[in-house]
């Protein structure tokens, strides 16, 4: 396997990773699937509906905090915590793990 601080590939990977880098790829996609897949891109990440929640007011600020750090308006990080978690991509970190 492949190590760096980044990416782990393994063989397949790297030499896959490897063509791909010296051109000897190209792509299939057509212009017409190309526009499918840019809309129901759109469609997956268009925020049309809106939401009420109440919570604490020490949370709120725990979470406009991040948010500033982060440089990202406090409702778009509650949306990506919520869209994390829900695709099961929001991993709970422990203190000391």
Known sequence: MIHDKKNTLDREEQSLLDALEAGDYQSTLTPERKAELESVAAGTFKK???????????DLLAIQSRALREGIP??????????????????????GS
């Open 74 to 95: 406090y409702q778009t990080l509650v949306s990506s915590i919520i869209h994390k978690y829900l695709s099961g991509s929001l991993v709970e970190v422990r203190p």
């Open 48 to 58: 049309d509906k809106r939401i009420n929640i109440r919570i604490s007011h020490r």
